[in-house]
C-alpha cells in the first residue's frame, strides 16, 4: 500500500468516527434558508451529503483527468511508432539507395579497370611487336663495332706511352767507374755483384 493511500484512508476513518460520535447532533432538524425558501433538516446530513457530492465529483474529475492523460499518452505512443516505422522506412530506403550507389561505383570503377587493363595490355603488345620489329642484330653489331673502336684507341694510347718510354731510355749512359760510389764491404756482408753497375741495374734495359 502506498503512502498516499495510507492517508487517505485515515483521513476517511476520522471523518466515519466523527460522524459516529456526533450522529445524534447531525439528524436533528434544523431550520434551513436556501435563499429562495426555507427548509427544515438535518443540518448535518445535508453537510455530509455536499461532502460526499463533492468528493464524488472529484473522483470524477480525477478519473477524467487520468483518463485523458491515458488517451493522450496512447496517441503520443500511436504517434511514435507511427513515425518510428517512417523513419525505419526512409533509412531503410537510404540505405537501399546507398547500397545501389556503391554498386553503381563498384561496376565503373570495374569498368575503368579494365579499360586501363586492356589499354596495358595492348601497349605491352606493340612494344613486344616493335622489339620484334627492330633489327636486333644491328645494335649489337653497332655497340660490338663501338667496344672494338675503344679497345683499338685504347692499345694506341699504351702502345705510344711504350715507345715514349723507350725513346726516354735509348740515351742513357751508364756512369764511368771514376764516378761510382765507393763500397765498402764487411765480412760479415759480402758485395753481391760486384762487377756491376748499381745505378745501371736500377734503371731497366
Known amino acids: 500500500m502506498s503512502l498516499r493511500a495510507l492517508l487517505l484512508l485515515i483521513i476517511g476513518a476520522a471523518i466515519v468516527a466523527f460522524i459516529g460520535v456526533n450522529w445524534t447532533a447531525m439528524t436533528t432538524p434544523t431550520d434551513l434558508n436556501l435563499i429562495f425558501t426555507d427548509i427544515r433538516a438535518p443540518l448535518g446530513l445535508v453537510l455530509l451529503g455536499l461532502m460526499a457530492l463533492l468528493s464524488t465529483v472529484f473522483v470524477g474529475l480525477i478519473a477524467y483527468t487520468q483518463g485523458t492523460v491515458l488517451m493522450e499518452t496512447r496517441r503520443h505512443a500511436k504517434e511514435l511508432s507511427a513515425q518510428r516505422e517512417l523513419a525505419d522506412k526512409a533509412e531503410a530506403s537510404r540505405f537501399t539507395d546507398l547500397r545501389a550507389h556503391l554498386d553503381k561505383e563498384v561496376a565503373r570503377l570495374a569498368e575503368v579497370i579494365e579499360n586501363h587493363t586492356r589499354e596495358?595490355?595492348?601497349?605491352?603488345?606493340?612494344?613486344?611487336?616493335?622489339?620484334?620489329?627492330?633489327?636486333?642484330d644491328l645494335e649489337i653489331g653497332r655497340l660490338?663495332?663501338?667496344?672494338?673502336?675503344?679497345n683499338r684507341d685504347l692499345h694506341s694510347r699504351v702502345?705510344?706511352?711504350?715507345?715514349?718510354?723507350?725513346?726516354?731510355?735509348?740515351?742513357?749512359?751508364?756512369?764511368?767507374p771514376s764516378v761510382r760510389p765507393a763500397i765498402t764491404a764487411t765480412p760479415a756482408q759480402p758485395v753481391e755483384n760486384e762487377g756491376?753497375?748499381?745505378?745501371?741495374?736500377?734503371?731497366?734495359?
Open 120 to 136: 596495358t595490355l595492348s601497349r605491352v603488345d606493340r612494344a613486344e611487336m616493335g622489339l620484334r620489329d627492330r633489327p636486333v
Open 144 to 150: 660490338v663495332q663501338a667496344v672494338e673502336t675503344h
Open 159 to 176: 702502345d705510344r706511352l711504350e715507345m715514349g718510354l723507350r725513346e726516354g731510355l735509348a740515351g742513357y749512359v751508364p756512369a764511368p
Open 196 to 205: 756491376e753497375d748499381p745505378v745501371g741495374s736500377a734503371v731497366p734495359r
